[in-house]
């Protein structure tokens, strides 16, 4: 969702859980559904940000299609940062409505009942920093659930959700605050071109859909963007083009089928 979301501390090496080892055989990396808790700290390099101008409501109904409910569930998370980030109670009390509603189109809906029911309770009491460790905690249950259903697939689309929601976000905030330095947050082409490749791995009914074709060339797009400004040097012009690309995207991820 931001340039270093998914990449691990270098020098760091992480045991080999039983978990762990199961995600690796299923394809379930360091980059597939990256914990919200890196789009914190990303995000939390480009404070203050301004609420008002960077919220979307959240959706009113959610698409048939269960592709198109993960790509949502992972951009609510993203959503997520933003309520914690304003201190906005009223927002999460939708925002466990709605996570938990997408939850129930995925099948994982009792892995977010009680994080849902938490976030609220921790909200109308102030606890903010409790607010975003639960969730994390609700995004990694989701997961996790993914990788117990073999759904592996389902969990890169959680991922790419919110990676392209945070894009959104980071690309909007400096756009409103715009410096070479702080657009340097944009440069995270190895997750992109991952996330181009895994789009290619779909099955082919679904490769083949307009929905998918079009989000295939958006990523596409963003991945070429990105990748010509590192090298020349991010622009304003640069940020606004990324961001406008990561909003259709989002805002195609959102129609109804």
Known sequence: MA???AIPLIGQEEPLTPEKYEREELGVNIYTAPSIERIFQQLDAL?????????????KASPASREQKGLIFGGLVADGFLVVEAARKSAVDDLGRVLLREARGLGV????TRHSASLTDLARRGKWLAVRKE??????????????LRDQKMAHLISLGGWLRGLEISAAAIELNFSPQRANVLAQQDLVDYFVGELKTLPPAQVRTPFFEKI???????SVSLSKAAEAGF?????????????????????SD
């Open 3 to 5: 340039a270093n979301l």
């Open 47 to 59: 404070r203050p940000l301004p609420f008002e101008q960077l919220q979307r409501e959240f959706p």
């Open 109 to 112: 809906a009792d892995r977010v």
């Open 135 to 148: 969730l994390i905690a609700t995004q990694a249950d989701v997961e996790q659930a993914m990788i117990e």
């Open 216 to 222: 295939r060339a958006g990523v596409s797009a963003i």
């Open 235 to 255: 622009k304003l012009d640069d940020v606004k083009a990324i961001r406008t690309r990561a909003r259709e995207l989002n805002l195609a991820i959102r129609e």
